[in-house]
């Protein structure tokens, strides 16, 4: 089915699981895909959990730089003036609370942070900082160590939550119960991390901020992903695609499944739609 009956006006993209494949590389045709609906005029843009200093890799990658919404939400990112338009972050006094929560609901637990500057590569601000024994979910060789206080001393864009050998889905479910509405938690992979943003800020509110000066409703919008992390995004827009390879929830929540990351899935939607 083509949603709305003729081309969106704008196509929001996970990164990972999505529009890279299993190698983190973006296909030839999943590229050409992409370049033919922008040359149709259809805006295309980056919603990824990844800060906005990992976005690098995948502007090469595409050969154009989108606007990219970063952090679950919580940052809007230009690329192609290494410029941060937008950041949403958790006070200093929330990450205390937050960390407390976690103590208690998850004994053992590593926190980490992301902070943010003025861009992707402000060398006055360590971006990523752990607290001591935070055990990573990936390689991420840009990390600062800092005492648990100082960790949690400033604002940061996003809190993590680590527990190696748990897995993310029962981490979520543990902390959900104590967190409530304080905060939003969400995960994009299932490798014993949560992600903690500010409440209300998701995918879709970061999708929002960035189309209504544009003059562009959500409804006029195409999703695709593959994680929890996209679910807001994939119900709240006009068409929500999920990838073969997603998380069984985000397989319930779309309005059409298409084949996984590694099999042209994103490509396959974008050419039935701009290239008929």
């Known amino acids: 089915m083509q949603p709305h009956g003729g081309p969106p006006a704008l196509i929001a993209s996970d990164v990972d699981g999505t529009l890279l494949d299993d190698t983190e590389n973006i296909t030839a045709r999943t590229r050409d895909a992409v370049h033919a609906a922008v040359d149709s005029g259809t805006r295309f843009v980056l919603a990824t959990g990844r800060p906005p200093r990992w976005i690098a890799p995948v502007v090469d990658a595409l050969g154009f730089a989108p606007m990219a919404v970063c952090a679950?939400?919580?940052?809007?990112?230009d690329p192609a003036t290494d410029r941060v338009v937008?950041?949403?972050t958790l006070s200093a006094d929330s990450l205390v609370k937050l960390a407390e929560v976690a103590s208690?609901?998850?004994?053992?637990?590593?926190l980490a942070v992301e902070r943010i500057g003025e861009s992707a590569h402000d060398a006055a601000t360590p971006q990523f900082v752990s607290s001591p024994g935070y055990e990573h979910a990936w390689l991420n060789p840009d990390n600062t160590e800092v005492s648990l206080d100082d960790l949690l001393s400033q604002p940061a864009i996003k809190l993590l939550i680590r527990k190696a050998g748990m897995s993310s889905a029962a981490?979520?479910?543990?902390?959900?119960?104590?967190?409530?509405?304080?905060a939003e938690?969400?995960?994009s992979t299932n490798n014993g991390l949560i992600?903690?943003?500010p409440a209300g800020i998701t995918k879709a509110s970061g999708i929002e901020e960035l189309i209504?000066?544009?003059g562009i409703g959500i409804e006029q919008v195409v999703?695709?992903?593959d994680m929890p992390n996209d679910l807001p995004m994939l119900v709240r827009a006009g068409h929500g695609v999920a990838m073969g390879n997603a998380h069984p929830e985000v397989l319930a929540a779309a309005a059409e499944i298409t084949t996984p990351n590694t099999d042209d899935g994103l490509a396959r939607v974008l050419e039935r739609i701009f290239l008929r």
């Open 104 to 110: 208690r609901a998850i004994p053992g637990a590593g």
């Open 185 to 187: 938690l969400t995960y």
């Open 72 to 77: 679950n939400g919580a940052v809007l990112y």
């Open 223 to 225: 999703a695709f992903g």
């Open 212 to 214: 209504a000066p544009l």
């Open 195 to 197: 992600e903690v943003v």
């Open 171 to 182: 981490m979520a479910e543990q902390l959900q119960a104590h967190i409530g509405t304080a």
């Open 86 to 88: 937008s950041a949403r």
